[in-house]
């Protein structure tokens, strides 16, 4: 069974910089994703990274997210700046294709005005 493990998150005030990590308890060969899911609302897919590097971020992110991964440490992180209220929400990683289960615990991330 492979298992997610993220870190990183805590209290940050708006405009603020956090850096979350993933470690996956196996090889990472496909793509992974980062996510969020804010109270009350649905897990979204904020960003993936493919295999070879290549990134795909949702508009609310874009130019402030940063999603890379180690291969050899089978680690994927997410650099998060300008940090906004919005952002508040429980961050996970998980394969978007292939969808790892159980997911992690996430790492919550809060932003404050």
């Known amino acids: 069974q492979v298992q997610l493990v993220e870190s990183g998150g805590g209290l940050v005030q708006a405009g603020g910089s956090l850096r979350l990590s993933c470690t996956v308890s196996a090889r990472i060969y496909g793509s992974m994703g980062w996510y969020r899911q804010a109270p009350g609302k649905q897990r979204e897919l904020v960003a993936t990274?493919?295999?070879?590097?290549?990134?795909n971020y949702i508009e609310s992110v874009k130019g402030r997210f940063t999603v890379s991964r180690d291969n050899v440490q089978n680690t994927v992180y997410l650099q998060m700046s300008s940090l906004k209220p919005e952002d508040t929400a429980v961050y996970y990683c998980?394969?978007?294709?292939?969808?790892?289960?159980?997911w992690g615990q996430g790492t919550q991330v809060t932003v404050s005005s």
């Open positions: 998980n394969d978007p294709d292939y969808q790892y289960d159980p």
């Open positions: 990274i493919t295999n070879s590097g290549s990134t």
